[in-house]
């Protein structure tokens, strides 16, 4: 999975399974965290966000998980389709307000 | 359509030759910020701003400059270019004075000769 910092991982699924993206974040004081999109030739388009307070959000056909105690983020995508393939990236918002990137996990689905 | 456009969408400059790239949104949206995009390293915000005539140096604001003259409009401009700019950049917007879930242009693939 994800981890900012790291370098950009892959994730293969078929066309109709689940996709789970993972993403390890470094504060433990961060307090909003987002899932952006990123198609090939595109800019980043949110998905769904999740405050500190929350342990889970449900978005249309999506999922984000937090889990605060060992600072892990993940994204569930169901029922995967093409135009799901992208890179996926994370991003935390550290106590002062500044965004913390990702770089991304690239998932690819196979029809 | 509510959007966020960026120009121009591709350029290649020589060092050292003053540029700017336009951003404009539609959206009446308070908070705008710069963005460049490296291999590697994620997005990292050079400037923002979080009203008219409001702006502030993000994480790497060397060799670049902003103006927010405007609400809708926010320029960045490179005074004196060099390869290390070398980037893909996004200009983004949101509705409130927070960075919360940002509007991102579809981007300037800057080359520096």
């Known amino acids: 999975g994800e981890s900012v910092g790291l370098h950009l991982p892959t994730l293969s699924v078929q066309e109709g399974d689940n996709s789970i993206i993972n993403c390890a974040y470094s504060?433990?004081?961060?307090?909003?965290f987002i899932w952006y999109k990123q198609e090939s030739g595109k800019g980043p388009q949110f998905i769904i966000d999740i405050r500190s307070n929350m342990d889970k959000r449900q978005g249309q056909r999506v999922t984000v998980l937090l889990n605060k105690t060992v600072k892990h983020l993940s994204l569930q995508i169901a029922a995967t389709q093409p135009g799901d393939s992208a890179v996926y990236f994370c991003?935390?918002?550290?106590?002062?307000?500044?965004?913390?990137f990702g770089q991304g996990t690239e998932l690819s689905v196979k029809p | 359509e509510a959007q966020v456009t960026q120009n121009p969408r591709y350029l290649i400059t020589v060092t050292g030759k003053k540029l700017t790239v336009t951003c404009s949104q539609n959206m009446n949206h308070e908070y705008m910020s710069w963005y460049r995009q490296d291999p590697g390293l994620g997005l990292r915000q050079i400037y923002y701003s979080m009203n008219v005539e409001v702006t502030d140096k993000g994480d790497v604001p060397e060799g670049y400059k902003v103006s927010r003259k405007e609400k809708r409009n926010f320029p960045l401009i490179l005074e004196s270019p060099s390869p290390n700019q070398t980037s893909l950049y996004f200009c983004?917007?949101?509705?409130?004075?927070?960075?919360?879930?940002?509007?991102f242009g579809s981007g300037t693939q800057l080359s520096v000769l």
């Open positions: 504060n433990s004081a961060s307090d909003y």
């Open positions: 991003a935390e918002r550290e106590w002062g307000g500044k965004l913390i």
């Open positions: 983004a917007s949101s509705s409130d004075r927070t960075n919360e879930k940002l509007f």
